[in-house]
């Protein structure tokens, strides 16, 4: 009986199919790719090896909810830092569907630091260097949506968005007061503008009256 020639595949080209995929987000079909090749003898080693196989398992691990297969793959493989950024997002993300099954509901900010904490990002995707989350948008983000509820935020509140944001206490007691110092000027600003113009464009004032309005308005009046 006649039998098809078998095709065996070298790590680069394997790696060259996944990275494809991957960047297509065609998920599935990288999934079936990984679990159906066929690999030339001897290659074995060299496919369990290769960053970019490693990463596409550790990518189709994720999107199938195989967390415990995920973590093994990010925790037992060192990764260059190109990859890191995809790979700590994984982590993370991974641990709050966790905790959120854990806990029956969506997680707050507060309760993501905490899971961050729990869960520290392993060195294998992570320089070891701290990340500063300092005026990042999302941080500003949840600080401007802070500020409209509360500008003057307790020590309470204020531990509890340190807490949520990265940052201390008086990073964010300091951006509060900055930002209603900010706020207090514009205002202010905005007062003299719908000031000058109601009452420097009307008809009715004389010209002295208006001459006297604007030395009482200039910045270098007492």
């Not at 996944?18 to 090749?37: A, K, N, P, V, Y």
């Amino acid at each position: 009986m006649f039998q098809l020639p078998t095709l065996n595949f070298s790590p680069e080209q394997v790696a060259s199919v996944c990275e494809t995929l991957e960047e297509t987000g065609d998920i599935e079909r990288l999934g079936r790719f990984l679990w159906s090749l066929p690999v030339a003898p001897g290659a074995c080693e060299a496919i369990n090896k290769h960053e970019s196989i490693l990463r596409a398992r550790a990518v189709v691990a994720f999107h199938t909810g195989n967390f415990r297969d995920l973590y093994h793959i990010l925790e037992n493989h060192k990764f260059t830092k190109d990859s890191h950024g995809k790979l700590q997002a994984m982590w993370l993300e991974a641990h709050y569907q966790e905790a959120e099954k854990l806990r029956g509901r969506p997680l707050g900010p507060v309760d993501k630091y905490r899971v961050r904490k729990k869960f520290p990002l392993p060195r294998t995707i992570w320089d070891g260097e701290q990340k500063t989350h300092c005026f990042k948008e999302r941080t500003r983000s949840l600080l401007r949506e802070w500020y409209l509820q509360d500008p003057y935020p307790n020590p309470s509140k204020k531990r509890e968005l340190a807490q949520a944001t990265g940052l201390t206490p008086t990073q964010v007691g300091n951006w509060f007061k900055n930002r209603r110092q900010r706020d207090r000027a514009a205002a202010a600003k905005n007062r003299l503008a719908i000031f000058l113009f109601f009452f420097l464009f009307s008809p009715a004032l004389s010209k002295s009256l208006k001459m006297l309005l604007l030395a009482a308005t200039s910045p270098g009046s007492d």
